[in-house]
């Protein structure tokens, strides 16, 4: 049995954060409906978002929404407001990633679908929470980047803030979103009661640099410093970091340095031998680092590093990576398939569950294609 | 009950303990979670580092040697009143002491057992340290960040790590959701592998489905993915981020043209030299002025803020994300909470973490007294 048979999402969000939370609930077996606007549908369908387009739409809502249904509905008109307030009567969980206030307006706050349905657990993202000063920003994922200082910790020292490359704000959010989502499933089936679970980026922004943040809070508001050279993380001493090797790239985790330079043969190396010099004289170790590194190719130095236990590896970019052996062995890939035959390569849930991994060969729902299908099954159209 | 040690494993019960649940770290004695002794920048709480402190508070420590009999037979009575148990251990750790899921599961049916490993356990790669950079780097994540000329860049916190803790959490809770209808435990598994790939989902399910490579921007590179204008831009006095926008909105905002010839449907085709205009033009004022003109455009944009700076906003003060830890020496350290709200309420804990075997005896003691 799937670990969510039988829930029902009712899912009102858009772009990234939380339809990663949707995602997440789907591939465990929940039953996921995005209510999406007449025409338009989600934004993320369209929206500046890449140049690669699938059946229309773009290939990042492929990959968020798939093993998901549509359900168009205008949410200004009364008719398709009633259909709704008769889906959340069913319903386990909504979901919605509007800005504060927008949905009590639309009459779809927790207080009213409450008396719909007592049990009704209700999850939303705000990009800054309630506070009055920030609530009315636009809650991206670039932008929690910025206001949180998380642009300062990635790159080198004299680069301009170099911003991490993924959405991880956004999955984090949405991840978040779903941890409180299910453990307040886990205490309904004690309680039968439901509940409201807020997250915001800016929160899940500042709990992603919660290791930092403490040292920050503790030493005096010291402001995280980057390297000079080979940036990898601020708060860690020589070697951590990527260095160029005779072909390529190698990636150096933590490490003795003197026990380094004599595995490496590198006799500049082993005069750091006091190792709180490791962090405060990082730069001029990795300076010594990187130089001694271009002699080998990044194979010869794995060779060398690894069997005396050093913590390394080559860099990969996605052709490397998709050639690897190891990636192949863990079947990430999965194929999907929309309704209109269009198939898509995506990746699959991160999790095996007793044994299996969580596949769907669904894609992503064209919108409002399932508007038939949920009106009957969940008896929508009848009058009340 | 937590055999994890380091970030990925141990955030993960950390999330667990903020949502209510009691969270056992099982530790060697005279050893324990190696990230005790981890300090950064030489900060220390008492005889555990701060960093520790961070990822392990509100948690209790149980400590026995699995290789001695008796301990493992206490820990095996332990895991009879459990829900959960998590581990981090490379493959075969576990078998070799008799408490993997096989074993585990004659003990508790209703068990929910989660396994993290580095990089599953199949694969050259399976017995390889599963530490967040080397992640990082094997994962194609290093080419995300950076400007395209720089080589891999890494991004600078532990996200692999943190991103498998919450995802770990999230399948647990999942499974307990099981549990509760249908009385079965569970085996679950994830690895910093896993989580790598699946953070980078949206980017690699277009490199899948494109026939060319993925290219970050030369300049002020934000995403890989995305066109003109999406990155961070230097100002007269500071830096400016701006995020997806529609670059005709974008024009009337600055009041100037921001093409470099180009036309609007080339925003991916020829994104660096657009962004290279607009860098240009955004040199030429204040973060304030653009600031203004933009927000007043509605488009999506903020300053870049650094830790200080944002700790002088009455947004950051207003959250109220902050929360002490109270040792029992009377020191108090400050540390951020859980980023969850239920109820409308925040959870504050003042738990520090546990000292080393602080637990042990009462934890034989309720066990002997049946009392868990």
């Known amino acids: ?384 | 009950m937590e055999f994890c040690q380091y970030l990925a494993g141990p955030s993960m019960g950390l999330r667990l303990a903020d949502l209510g649940a009691r969270v056992i770290k099982i530790e060697k004695p005279g050893a324990g979670d190696p990230s005790r002794r981890m300090s950064i920048k030489n900060l220390w709480a008492d005889e555990n580092s701060l960093l520790f402190h961070t990822i392990n508070r509100n948690k209790e420590s149980f400590a026995a040697d699995l290789k001695n009999p008796e301990d493992l037979e206490t820990v095996k009575s332990l895991i009879k009143k459990a829900d959960v148990v998590t581990h981090s251990f490379r493959p075969g750790v576990m078998e070799k002491l008799g408490l993997d899921y096989t074993t585990v599961r004659r003990l508790n049916e209703k068990i929910i057992y989660l396994e993290i490993s580095g990089y599953g356990k199949k694969g050259p790669w399976r017995n390889k340290p599963g530490q967040d950079l080397l992640l990082q780097s094997l994962s194609g994540l290093a080419y995300t960040s950076g400007n395209h000329q720089d080589g891999p860049v890494p991004i600078g916190i532990s996200v692999v790590d943190v991103f498998c803790g919450v995802q770990g959490a999230q399948v647990i809770l999942g499974a307990l959701v099981r549990r509760q209808k249908t009385g079965i435990g569970a085996f679950l598994e994830i690895s910093l592998f896993e989580s790598a790939i699946s953070m980078q989902f949206e980017l690699l399910t277009t490199f899948y489905n494109q026939t060319g490579a993925m290219k970050r921007s030369s300049i002020n590179n934000g995403s890989p993915l995305l066109g003109a204008p999406y990155g961070i831009y230097k100002t007269a006095d500071g830096f400016i981020a701006l995020a997806m926008m529609d670059l005709n909105m974008l024009q009337t905002a600055i009041g100037k043209s921001i093409l470099n010839g180009y036309e609007i449907k080339d925003a991916f085709s020829h994104r660096d030299e657009i962004k290279k205009a607009i860098a240009d033009e955004l040199l030429t004022q204040s973060s304030d002025y653009w600031m203004d003109r933009l927000l007043s455009h509605h488009l999506w944009s903020s300053k870049v803020l650094n830790w200080q700076e944002m700790y002088s906003q009455k947004a950051y003060t207003d959250l109220q994300m902050e929360q002490w830890l109270k040792l029992k020496s009377g020191k108090q350290f400050l540390t951020t909470r859980s980023p969850i709200r239920l109820n409308q309420q925040v959870h504050n804990s003042h738990i520090p973490a546990p000292g080393l075997g602080d637990h042990t005896d009462i934890i034989k003691q309720d066990l002997l007294m049946q009392d868990l």
């Open chain 1, 1 to 384: 049995m799937k670990l969510l048979e039988d829930i029902v999402v009712v899912d009102f969000s858009q772009f990234l954060s939380g339809p990663s939370a949707g995602l997440t609930l789907a591939d465990m077996g929940a039953n996921v409906i995005k209510i999406e606007k007449p025409e338009t549908g989600d934004i993320c369908r369209h929206l500046y978002v890449s140049d690669v387009i699938l059946d229309e739409d773009s290939s990042i809502f492929h990959a968020i929404n798939r093993n998901k249904k549509s359900y168009m509905a205008d949410l200004k008109n009364r008719f398709d407001i009633k259909k709704i307030y008769k889906l959340i009567e069913k319903a386990d969980i909504v979901i919605h990633n509007f800005r504060p206030g927008v949905m009590e307006r639309l009459g779809f706050s927790y207080h009213i679908l409450k008396s719909i349905n007592p049990s009704l657990i209700y999850g939303s993202i705000s990009g800054y929470g309630e506070g009055e000063v920030w609530k009315h920003l636009p809650g991206q994922d670039l932008l929690l980047q910025s206001v949180t200082g998380a642009t300062a910790l990635t790159g080198n020292k004299e680069d301009q803030p170099t911003p991490m490359g993924v959405a991880i704000i956004d999955m984090l959010a949405g991840a978040h979103l779903a941890q409180g989502i299910l453990a307040m499933l886990y205490q309904r089936s004690m309680t039968e009661e439901g509940g409201t679970v807020q997250v915001s980026m800016f929160e899940s922004a500042l709990d992603l640099q919660f290791e930092g943040l403490t040292c920050f809070l503790n030493d005096g508001h010291e402001l995280p410093r980057r390297s000079a050279i080979n940036g990898a993380h601020p708060y860690v001493g020589a070697p951590y970091g990527i260095y160029k090797t005779a072909d390529d790239y190698i990636a150096i985790a933590m490490a003795d340095i003197v026990h380094l330079g004599k595995v490496m043969n590198c006799s500049a190396l082993q005069r750091f031998t006091d190792n709180s010099e490791w962090y405060f004289r990082r730069d001029e170790i990795k300076q010594e680092l990187a130089m001694a590194l271009l002699h080998k190719t990044t194979r010869e130095w794995l060779e060398i590093l690894e069997p005396a236990g050093f913590w390394c590896s080559g860099v990969l970019n996605y052709q490397q990576l998709r050639k690897e052996e190891s990636y192949q062995e863990l079947e990430m890939e999965m194929v999907v398939k929309n309704s209109n035959g269009i198939e898509v390569t995506t990746t699959r849930s991160p999790y095996r569950v007793d044994g299996e991994l969580l596949l769907s060969n669904i894609g992503a729902p064209l919108l409002g294609e399932h508007n038939k299908e949920i009106d009957e099954q969940f008896d929508l159209n009848a009058e009340k």
